[in-house]
Structures are given as structure tokens and as C-alpha cells.
């Protein structure tokens, strides 16, 4: 067997690729933590613990141009070689990591979704997005004023903690459903989400789409509102109505429509998106952007969920490669329309497929890039196995998640960081994705070559471990903090009561604007079409 010889590129060769309009995909391979204390403005997140899971995904083209990097290069050689063995082609190495990214005089950014954050920003500079402090919202509530607060965050994040009274309404949801929400065009409506950025976006949908109502956005939405020490709702259920009446579907449609023209928003028919499938020379992705529910109950073949407020809040979470085409779909004629508007302001070749769900389009599904080789196990097998001494467990599931409880006796482990196993016995994996621990298993083997211990996986995770009544154990402060290299842990101490960490986060999110260059700065296609001609 041949080795591997990676191909490195260097920092300014790089930048120069970033800017020549042709497709990449750059992804920072280290571990969610890492990646958010500094990376690059175009890199993608892409954990080397579910590298082979998560690129078939993100990148589907395997011939497509791939750069990977890390803080110093060791880990991207790992991950360039396990990429070249799925079978991709154009992959290179960024020459020294972000410390060489830094040192030649390029930028590193704090934090998650950074594109997206910053076109928040813009989006508030270039069009005056209405806003409301904290203290104005809660002095309008307080004289009982007629104001409607929608949350526009998904239901998971809402239940968290939200403004009291508020409705959540997801922000690709807010066309679609906004007149069944304020049937009255008088009444006030405040969008809101937990910083700055779905507030911004959710309130300037509702502007452009020539809602007469008035409008506003939170400024920095339940962060701010904690921190003007006013109550905040945790678990509410309040959420948008599930049936839109034809009425103001119709409505709703002429205003969509009306938007995408006014922001040059092209439509594409099945027949010429099912040439753009069979074009080896791009990458395609395909993009159902309405709730779970309706994805769950059916949706194209080879479509990906991405719910239109998330798609354009978080776009790296299901978008890898710059200057792909993105073509979006829902079923009403509203939605898909009012997500690629943002999309294309953002900067990205994105359409609507024309006839939606109804369209007959369809891609092929990605290849799975993790075998299953792992034998199964199950709770009452580990826990012979435990009594008997037989048997180390290893749990590979986030390392938040290990802290709070897991198998007595357990090791934590990630797959960049493999672990020193007692010198005998077999190992039993537990995770909440197999394909972690497959991934974690393999690169295992490859380095002790000659172990021959056998390696299983729990059926059912540790979740079929507590259902079955077994006991865990909660270590508080293990992994120690400086381990735990896939939390971030800025942008999560924010809600859980730390003041100091919601400031910090809303200062970052403010001072985006002032890192960028010129070049990132330009990316942004921010105004109506016929402006930035």
C-alpha cells in the first residue's frame, strides 16, 4: 500500500482561491470548541470525529475543490487522508493551519456561522431595520398595549427561554403564516430571537414582503432582555397555527412574489434541474425548507431539511461549497421564494424549483461514508461484562453529555484524541450515533495495527442503558474544561444564567463588521437586485 503524501496549499494562495469565483469548500476539521475560538471567515465546521458522516453531506461532489485545515496541520493530514480514501480528488492541506493564516496577515473569526451573523449586521446597517430596546418592549407590555412578540427561533431553542407572551414562529415560517398570526394590519409586531441576528432577518422579511403592519426587531432579542434583569418564560408552548386559509395563502403568495421579483430571484423547472444533476462540473444541492413535520410526512427524493430560517441563520450547516447552486422548494409558493431573497443577498447562487413538492425533481442519495463493522452488544451483555472485569467502555457522545451522566467507570474519548486502553480486554463503544463510533473504532485499529481486542457497540446507546434502570455517574468537572474540545463554551454559557458570557456574545456578534475585508466585506450582494447590478 502506498502512503499518503498530502498537497499542501499556502495561506495566500488560498485567499486568492476564496475570491476567484469558482466552487470550494473550506473546513475546519478541528472539534466544535476549537473551531469557534478562531477560524476562518469561509471555513465550515466539520468535526474530524464525524468527517466521513457529515462531507457526503456537505460536499457531495467528490471531485469538487476541498481545502481542510486546523490550528497547525496534523490533524488535516489525517483528514485529507481519510477523504482521499472516500474517494474525493481535489483535496489540499492549509500550509500551517490558522496559525500560518494569522501570521501571513489574514483574519481569524470567534464564533459559529459567521457569514451569516454578519449579514445580519449589514442587513440592519443597509436597510434601517426597525428596532425596540428591551425597556421600550416591556414598558409597551406593561400599559397593555395591542403588540404581537414572534419568537423566530425553532421550537427546541423557543422552549429554552423566551420573552413572556411571545409566539413562536420560526423565521422561514413568518410569511407563510403571518396573517393567521396579526390578522389586524394595525397591530405592532415585534420579532425576536436570542441575540441579534433572526431578529434582525425575521423583522426585515415581514418590511420587505410590504407588510402594513408596523414592524420591529428586539434588540438583542432574550439577551437583552435578561440583561435589563426583566423575567424571561422558559417552556412555553405557544407556537404558529398549523393551517394557513386560502385567503391568505393568496396573500401571502402575491407578496412572495412580488419579493423575488424585486430581488431578481430565478425560478428553475424540473427538466433543467434534472440536467443540473448530471453536471459532473457543479455541485447541486436540493433543499426543502419547510418545518420537520412536513419534511417527515415527505419530500423529494435526495432533498435535505433545511427549515428557511436556519438555512439562512446557520447556510454552513447545510451548504459546504461556496458558489454551488442552491435550489430551494416548499409547497405553497411562499416560503421558497422569500429564504432564496436572503440567500442571494448573502451571496449565493440559489433558486426556487418551480412547482415545489409537486415539481417531480429529485437528486440521488449521498453514499454513506462510514461502514457499520462494529458487532452489537446489549445492557445486559455490558453488565455481566462490567461485574466480571472483563471489559472497558468507552463513550464517545459530547463531552457535555458525559459530564452529566454516563456508564460508572467510563472513559471519555474523541476521535482526534484517541485514548491509552488498558494493555487487555475487549471494548464496548457507547455514543448517540453509531457512525461516531465507527469512525472513532477504525482510526483506532489503524493505529495499533497489531491489537487484536474485540471492539462492539451498545444497541440503543446510553439511552438503552438508563431505560433499562442501570446506574450512571455524573462527573461535574471531567473531562476537565481544556478536554473538552468540542464545546464552545461562549456561546453556551449565555443561557444558563451568565451575564458576563451574554455580553461578550453580543459584543462579538456587533463587532463582526470591523474584521472583515474588503474582499469578505464584497461577497455580500445586500439591496434589491436592480442595485447591485
Known amino acids: 500500500m502506498t502512503s499518503f503524501i498530502p498537497h499542501f496549499v499556502p495561506p495566500a494562495r488560498l485567499k486568492e482561491w476564496l475570491h476567484d469565483g469558482a466552487e470550494i469548500a473550506v473546513f475546519d476539521v478541528r472539534e466544535h470548541g476549537q473551531y469557534g475560538e478562531a477560524h476562518l471567515f469561509y471555513g465550515v465546521t466539520l468535526p474530524y470525529s464525524r468527517l466521513e458522516i457529515d462531507i457526503v453531506r456537505l460536499a457531495p461532489r467528490r471531485d469538487a475543490r476541498v481545502v481542510v485545515y486546523d490550528t497547525d496541520q496534523s490533524v488535516a493530514v489525517l483528514a485529507a487522508q481519510r477523504l482521499s480514501a472516500l474517494g474525493y480528488t ?41 428596532r425596540v430596546t428591551a425597556r421600550e418592549l416591556a414598558a409597551m407590555r406593561e400599559r397593555g398595549d395591542n403588540v404581537v412578540i414572534l419568537d423566530g427561533r425553532p421550537v427546541n431553542e423557543y422552549l429554552k427561554m423566551t420573552i413572556p407572551s411571545s409566539i413562536c414562529c420560526p423565521n422561514g415560517e413568518l410569511g407563510y403564516r403571518i396573517r393567521e398570526l396579526v390578522p389586524d394590519t394595525t397591530t405592532p409586531i415585534v420579532v425576536n430571537c436570542a441575540g441579534r441576528t433572526r431578529s434582525i432577518i425575521g423583522a426585515q422579511t ?22 435589563e434583569d426583566l423575567p424571561l418564560e422558559h417552556g412555553s408552548t405557544r407556537r404558529y397555527p398549523d393551517v394557513v386559509t386560502p385567503s391568505s395563502l393568496t396573500q401571502m403568495r402575491e407578496a412572495s412574489g412580488a419579493l423575488a421579483e424585486r430581488f431578481a430571484v430565478p425560478e428553475v423547472e424540473a427538466s433543467t434541474f434534472a440536467q443540473w444533476a448530471k453536471d459532473t462540473s457543479r455541485t447541486l444541492f436540493l433543499c426543502d425548507v419547510r418545518t420537520p413535520e412536513e419534511f417527515a410526512a415527505g419530500t423529494l427524493p435526495g432533498a435535505q431539511h433545511t427549515p428557511g430560517g436556519q438555512l439562512i441563520q446557520a447556510t454552513d450547516q447545510y451548504v459546504g461549497v461556496r458558489h454551488a447552486r442552491v435550489v430551494l422548494f416548499d409547497n405553497d409558493g411562499v416560503r421558497a421564494p422569500i429564504v432564496a431573497s436572503w440567500l442571494r443577498q448573502l451571496g449565493h447562487d440559489a433558486y426556487v424549483l418551480r412547482d415545489g413538492l409537486a415539481s417531480g425533481a429529485s437528486l440521488p442519495a449521498p453514499v454513506a461514508g462510514v461502514a457499520t463493522t462494529l458487532p452489537e452488544t446489549d445492557v445486559a451483555a455490558l453488565v455481566t461484562a462490567l461485574a466480571n472485569g472483563s471489559v472497558t467502555v468507552v463513550d464517545v457522545r459530547p463531552s457535555m453529555s458525559f459530564r452529566r451522566e454516563h456508564v460508572p467507570g467510563a472513559l471519555w474519548a474523541i476521535r482526534p484524541h484517541l485514548p491509552t486502553l488498558p494493555a487487555k480486554g475487549d471494548v464496548i463503544v457507547i455514543g448517540d450515533e453509531r457512525g461516531v463510533a465507527e ?5 483506532w485499529r489503524r493505529e495499533h495495527a497489531q491489537d487484536a481486542r474485540t471492539f462492539s457497540w451498545l444497541a440503543g446507546g446510553f439511552k438503552a442503558w438508563t431505560a433499562a434502570g442501570q446506574p450512571v455517574q455524573t462527573t461535574p468537572d ?23 458570557a451574554a455580553r461578550q456574545y453580543l459584543a462579538w456578534e456587533t463587532g463582526l463588521l470591523a474584521q472583515l475585508d474588503e474582499q469578505e466585506r464584497g461577497a455580500f450582494r445586500i439591496g434589491d437586485a436592480a442595485a447591485t447590478k
Open 90 to 130: 481535489d483535496v489540499s492541506v492549509l500550509e500551517g493551519g490558522t496559525d500560518a493564516w494569522q501570521q501571513a496577515g489574514f483574519t481569524l473569526f470567534a464564533g459559529v456561522n459567521v457569514p451569516s451573523k454578519t449579514f445580519g449586521e449589514l442587513v440592519e446597517m443597509a436597510y434601517h431595520t426597525p
Open 206 to 227: 415581514l418590511i420587505n414582503l410590504g407588510i402594513p403592519n408596523p414592524v420591529m426587531a428586539l434588540e438583542n432579542g432574550t439577551q437583552g432582555w435578561y440583561l
Open 439 to 443: 469512525l472513532f473504532v477504525a482510526d
Open 478 to 500: 471531567s473531562p476537565p474544561d481544556a478536554q473538552c474540545i468540542d464545546y464552545l463554551f461562549f456561546v453556551h454559557d449565555r443561557h444558563d444564567g451568565n451575564k458576563a
